[in-house]
Nanobody, 126 residues
């Protein structure tokens, strides 16, 4: 069974930075694309960033391009989301997810992911 555990969220001011981390249990982490999604109160979950199994292909939501950076450390079964220049509209619960299929992706839609973490809250005050 795969388990994902996010950390690094918090309350910050606009313009600040945060680094989210997600540690995955289970084998073969390095063969799966990973993604970050977020959900704000009253809104649907939305794609933020995704990275292929090797790290060679990356996709971002348009509104976070140039501010957020996704990366992974396959030796530590970890994926990170570095968030700079945070804005109040970035406030949400952030989830990491592991792709359903090995050696494929990355994917920007939630249906491609089979495993999800519990989320970590990011709150950006103005």
């Amino acid at each position: 069974q795969v388990q994902l555990a996010e950390s690094g969220g918090g309350l910050v001011q606009a313009g600040d930075s945060l680094r989210l981390s997600c540690v995955a249990s289970g084998r073969a982490f390095s063969t799966y694309a990973m993604g970050w999604f977020r959900q704000a109160p009253g809104k649907e979950r939305e794609f933020v960033a995704t990275i292929s199994s090797s790290g060679g292909r990356i996709l971002y939501k348009d509104s976070v391009k140039g501010r957020f950076t996704i990366s992974r450390d396959n030796a530590k079964n970890t994926v990170h989301l570095q968030m700079n220049s945070l804005k109040p509209e970035d406030t949400a619960n952030y989830y990491c997810a592991r792709a359903r299929l090995a050696n494929s992706g990355p994917y920007s839609y939630s249906g491609a992911y089979a495993y999800w973490g519990q989320g970590t809250q990011v709150t950006v005050s103005s």
